[in-house]
C-alpha cells in the first residue's frame, strides 16, 4: 500500500532529512514517531504529496506519487487521502453539515446525505448537524476534523499530532473513534505524533531519528 | 455544497463587511444609473420637442430663453412682437409653414398655448376625445393636463395671468375644455391649446385703455375696403399693427432657410432668431458640466468600494489561509482557490450593482411620484437602457480587477508551509 524507499529531503540552506524505509499495508495503522523536529510533519507531507521536491521513491497503491505533476497530485489527494490535523482546520463561515460536505464537493465525488448522517452519527454529532463551528467544543471540532477526513472513504488517513492538544479522555475518544473509522473502510493509518499515550493503542510505528546531515 | 454556495456562506460569515461593500458601490452604481436615465430621457425628449422646428423668432433676448420659453415652455417669454411683423417673415419664400405662439396665461401652473391646429400637427398629436376648439375660448388639453388637473370634457376654468398660481386671475372669461389629446410623450402632454383669438380675448379688457390710444389705428384697419385674412391668424385682417403674438415657430422649404432666414430676422430692429438645434447643444454643453462633476463624484464612490472590496478580501486572507490549505488537502487546485476569491469579489460588485440599479430606478420612480416637474419633464424610473447591461458588465469587470491580486495570493498558498506552521 505505502512503500518509501530512500527517501530523502532538503530544506532551503543544507539541512537535510533522511527518512527510514518502510512500508505500510492496506487497513493497518502506524505511527510516526519522533521529536518535534525529527520531520514528521514533512514525512506526513510528503506521503499526502502536500509536499514535493524530494529525493527517493514514495509508492502509493503502485502508484509512485513522486512522478506526479500538481494537478494529479491534487487529483490524488482527492481520491484517495483524508487529512487530519492537531488543529481542526475547519471552515468557520460553513456549518458543520456543509464542512463534511466540502471533502467529496472538491474531490468531485457525490455529495451524498446519507452517508453525511452515517459518519456524523459514527462520530456522536448527529445533533450537532447544523451547529456552527464556534458553537463546538474542542473535541466536538476535532471530530468533525475527523469526519471530514473519513467521509470519502479515503485509502489512507494522514493524521498530524492529531491528539496533541486533547486531553486524556478526549484523546482516548478521538483515538478510538479515528482506528474504527479507519477500520470500517479498510483505510490505512498513519499517524505523525510525539503523543506517547497513542503507543498504548497502536503498536506498529517508524521511529524517526533527530539525526540531520 | 458549490462554489458558489461555499463564497456567500463566506460573504454571509461578515455581513457588516458584505453590506459596507455592497452599499458604497451601489451609491455609486445609483448615481450613475439617475444621471443616465434623466440625461438620456431628457435629451430625447429635447431633440423629440425641438425636431420639427427649425427657428423660433421672438422678442429680442436671450435666444436660449426663446427655445426654453416658446419650445419647452419653462422659461419666461422674452416679449411679445407684432403680428404684421411676423407676417412678413411668415411669407418669406423660403418659410414653408410659420406657426404663431401667444403665451402669457397659465391655469393651475399648466401654460395655455394660444396657436393654430398647425402647433399640434406639428407633434403628430391626435384627440382622444371631444373636438377642436373652433371659437374663442375653447380649449384642448393635453393628456398630462387633463389627468393631473382632473379636466373632463365641458369642464371650465378660469386663467390666472402670468405663469405662475400668483398671477391675477382673468375671471371674467372663462375657457371651456372642448378636447383632450393622446399622450404624445412631448411638451403638448403638458399645455392647454386654444386659439391665439381666446388669449387675445382674455387680454382685452387689461387692455383696452391701451386701445383707446390706438382706436384711431384699429379704426383704420376695419375701414379697409378689401379684407385679406392675415396668413397666422386668419381671423385677422393682414397687416394688422395693433395686434401682437409672443413667437412664431418656423419650418424652411429648403436647407437655405438656415443660412438665410436667422440673418434677416435679426436685421430687423425688435426681433430675433433662435435655432433650436443649436441652442439645444448650448444647453448640453452648459447642463454636461454639472452632469460631470457628479459623474466625477460616482466615480470615486465607486473607486472607494472598489478599494473597500480589494482590502476586505485581501484581510480575509490572513484569516482564511488555513482554509484555503485544507481546501488544497482535500482535492482542490490552485486554479480552484483563485475562481473561489474572484467569484466572492465579483458577486459582491455584481449585487452592487443591481442593488445600485434598482435603488437608480426607484429614486427616479419616487422623484416623478412626488415631484411633478419630473413627470413634465417626461422622466419615467421604468425605462431601460442597453448600457445598464455595460454597467453590470462593468461592475463584474470591477469585481474581478479587485479580487485578482487576493486570489493570485490564494492560488500561490504553500499549504505545506501553511499547515506545518502551528
Known amino acids: 500500500m505505502i512503500e518509501v524507499q530512500n527517501l530523502t529531503y532538503s530544506y532551503t540552506g543544507s539541512t537535510k532529512i533522511v527518512f527510514p524505509d518502510f512500508s505500510v499495508k492496506r487497513g493497518e495503522t502506524c505511527l510516526l514517531l519522533g521529536e518535534s523536529g525529527s520531520g514528521k510533519t514533512t514525512l506526513l507531507h510528503l506521503l499526502g504529496g502536500l509536499l514535493t521536491s524530494q529525493q527517493g521513491n514514495i509508492h502509493i497503491n503502485g502508484t509512485d506519487i513522486t512522478a ?83 467521509i470519502n472513504k479515503p485509502h489512507i488517513i494522514f493524521a498530524d499530532e492529531p ?28 499517524i505523525a505524533t510525539h503523543d506517547q499515550r497513542l503507543k498504548s493503542h497502536i503498536t506498529m510505528n517508524v521511529q524517526l531519528s533527530n539525526s540531520q546531515h | 455544497m458549490s462554489t458558489f454556495s461555499l463564497v456567500w456562506n463566506y460573504l454571509k460569515s461578515k455581513p457588516l463587511n458584505m453590506a459596507l461593500n455592497i452599499t458604497l458601490l451601489s451609491l455609486g452604481i445609483a448615481v450613475i444609473t439617475i444621471l443616465l436615465l434623466f440625461s438620456s430621457q431628457l435629451e430625447q425628449k429635447i431633440n423629440q420637442n425641438a425636431k420639427s422646428i427649425d427657428l423660433v423668432v421672438g422678442a429680442k433676448g436671450s435666444p436660449l430663453q426663446l427655445i426654453l420659453c416658446n419650445i419647452f415652455h419653462i422659461d419666461f417669454p422674452t416679449g411679445n412682437i407684432k403680428l404684421n411683423e411676423a407676417e412678413r417673415i411668415a411669407h418669406n419664400r423660403l418659410v414653408k409653414k410659420a406657426i404663431p405662439l401667444a403665451l402669457g396665461d397659465s391655469y393651475q401652473d399648466y401654460r395655455i398655448v394660444g396657436t393654430t391646429q398647425d402647433y399640434a400637427t406639428l407633434y403628430e398629436a391626435q384627440l382622444s376625445q371631444g373636438a377642436w376648439w373652433n371659437k374663442e375660448l375653447e380649449a384642448v388639453v393635453g393628456s398630462n393636463t387633463a389627468s393631473m388637473l382632473n379636466l373632463k370634457i365641458d369642464d371650465s376654468f378660469v386663467s390666472n395671468h402670468g405663469l405662475t398660481k400668483e398671477g391675477g386671475q382673468h375671471e371674467e372669461q372663462h375657457f371651456i375644455v372642448k378636447g383632450i389629446l393622446k399622450p404624445t410623450s412631448t411638451v403638448l402632454d403638458n399645455l392647454i391649446l386654444t386659439s391665439v383669438e381666446s388669449i387675445w380675448k382674455v387680454h382685452e379688457h387689461v387692455e383696452n385703455t391701451i386701445d383707446e390710444v390706438r382706436s384711431d389705428k384699429s379704426e383704420s384697419n376695419q375701414h379697409d375696403s378689401t379684407f385679406t385674412a392675415s396668413s397666422l391668424v386668419p381671423s385677422i385682417a393682414g397687416g394688422d399693427s395693433t395686434k401682437e403674438i409672443t413667437s412664431m415657430l418656423i419650418q424652411y422649404r429648403s436647407p437655405m432657410g438656415a443660412v438665410m432666414m436667422p440673418r434677416l430676422v435679426n436685421s430687423q430692429s425688435n426681433m430675433q432668431a433662435a435655432s433650436p438645434a443649436f441652442e439645444t447643444a448650448r444647453l448640453f454643453t452648459i447642463l454636461g458640466v454639472g452632469v460631470e462633476i457628479v459623474l466625477g463624484f460616482a466615480y470615486v464612490l465607486i473607486f472607494i468600494s472598489a478599494l473597500s472590496i480589494f482590502i476586505a478580501l485581501y484581510n480575509s486572507l490572513k484569516e482564511r489561509k488555513y482554509d484555503l490549505a485544507i481546501m488544497r488537502t482535500m482535492g482542490a487546485s490552485r486554479s480552484n482557490l483563485f475562481v473561489t476569491i474572484v467569484l466572492e469579489g465579483s458577486t459582491l460588485t455584481l449585487l452592487g450593482s443591481i442593488a445600485g440599479l434598482f435603488m437608480g430606478h426607484g429614486t427616479l420612480l419616487l422623484l416623478a411620484a412626488l415631484i411633478d416637474d419630473v413627470q413634465k419633464a417626461g422622466v419615467n424610473g421604468f425605462v431601460f437602457y442597453i448600457t445598464e447591461w455595460w454597467i453590470l458588465g462593468g461592475s463584474l469587470t470591477l469585481g474581478f480587477i479587485c479580487s485578482l491580486l487576493p486570489a493570485i495570493q490564494a492560488y500561490r498558498t504553500d499549504i505545506s508551509r501553511v499547515l506545518a506552521e502551528n
Open chain 1, 163 to 190: 491528539t496533541s492538544a486533547l486531553d486524556d479522555a478526549n484523546c482516548n475518544r478521538v483515538i478510538k473513534l479515528l482506528m474504527e473509522a479507519a477500520s470500517q473502510n479498510q483505510s490505512t493509518l498513519l
Open chain 1, 68 to 150: 506526479l505533476s500538481e494537478q494529479a497530485l491534487d487529483n490524488f489527494r482527492g481520491e484517495h487521502a483524508g487529512f487530519i490535523f492537531q488543529k481542526n482546520h475547519l471552515i468557520r463561515a460553513l456549518t458543520v453539515k456543509k464542512n463534511l460536505m466540502m471533502a467529496p464537493f472538491l474531490a468531485n465525488k457525490k455529495q451524498d446525505d446519507k452517508r453525511a448522517d452515517e459518519v456524523l452519527t459514527l462520530l456522536g454529532l448527529i445533533d450537532k448537524k447544523n451547529s456552527r463551528i464556534q458553537e463546538l467544543s474542542q473535541g466536538q471540532a476535532q471530530r468533525v476534523a475527523i469526519a471530514r477526513a473519513i
